[in-house]
C-alpha cells in the first residue's frame, strides 16, 4: 500500500462546498486519499442544509466542522499534495493563497450558502453544488497520478475546473 494523497478543499466559510468535497473524496478515494477542508473566514458552523444532504445520502457527518486554513499551514499539519479552491471567483470572494508546494487548482461552485429563496431553492442549490464537486472529483480520481508528469497533471486539474459549467 503507498502512503495516501492529502488534498485540502479550500473555500472562504468552510460551511459547505469545501465540506462537500471532503465528505466526497473521502468516500471515493477510499485510503487512497486523505481529505480535508477550510476557509479562509470560516463561518464557525456547518451549513444545516449541508449536513441534512450529507446525512440523507448516508454520509457520516461527525467529521464536519468549519475551521481556518491556518490549521493546515501550521509546522505538524499533514502535508498536502493537492489544493482545491472551490469559491466562486464570480462572486469575488477572497480564496486564500496555498503557501509550500502542493499541485493546486480552483475548480469554482456557486456558494449554495448564499442561495436565496424557499427552503426547497436551498436544498436545491447544495445539491447541485454537491453535483458539480461530486463530478469533478470522479474525473480527479481517474487521472493517472502515478504515471503523468506534473505539469501534464497540473494542466489536467486546471481542466476539470472547467469541464463542469455550472448551470444556467
Not at 38 to 64: E, N, Q, R
Request: aromatic share 10%; charged share 20%; glycine share 8%.
Amino acid at each position: 500500500m503507498t502512503q495516501a494523497y492529502n488534498v485540502l478543499f479550500l473555500c472562504t466559510g468552510n460551511s459547505a462546498r469545501s465540506i462537500l468535497g471532503e465528505a466526497i473524496l473521502n468516500r471515493l478515494g477510499e485510503d487512497r486519499y486523505r481529505a480535508f477542508s477550510a476557509g479562509s473566514y470560516p463561518k464557525g458552523t456547518v451549513h444545516p442544509f449541508a449536513i441534512d444532504l450529507l446525512k440523507g445520502m448516508g454520509y457520516d457527518t461527525s467529521f464536519a466542522r468549519s475551521k481556518s486554513w491556518d490549521e493546515f499551514a501550521a509546522p505538524d499539519a499533514p502535508h498536502m499534495d493537492f489544493v482545491f479552491t472551490v469559491c466562486d471567483a464570480a462572486a469575488e470572494e477572497a480564496c486564500p493563497v496555498w503557501p509550500g508546494h502542493p499541485m493546486t487548482a480552483h475548480w469554482g461552485i456557486p456558494d449554495p450558502a448564499a442561495a436565496q429563496g424557499t427552503d426547497a431553492e436551498k436544498h436545491l442549490a447544495l445539491a447541485e453544488a454537491y453535483r458539480m464537486l461530486s463530478n469533478r472529483i470522479s474525473a480527479f480520481l481517474s487521472l493517472p497520478h502515478a504515471s503523468i508528469d506534473r505539469l501534464a497533471l497540473q494542466q489536467r486539474l486546471r481542466e476539470i475546473g472547467q469541464a463542469f459549467p455550472k448551470p444556467g
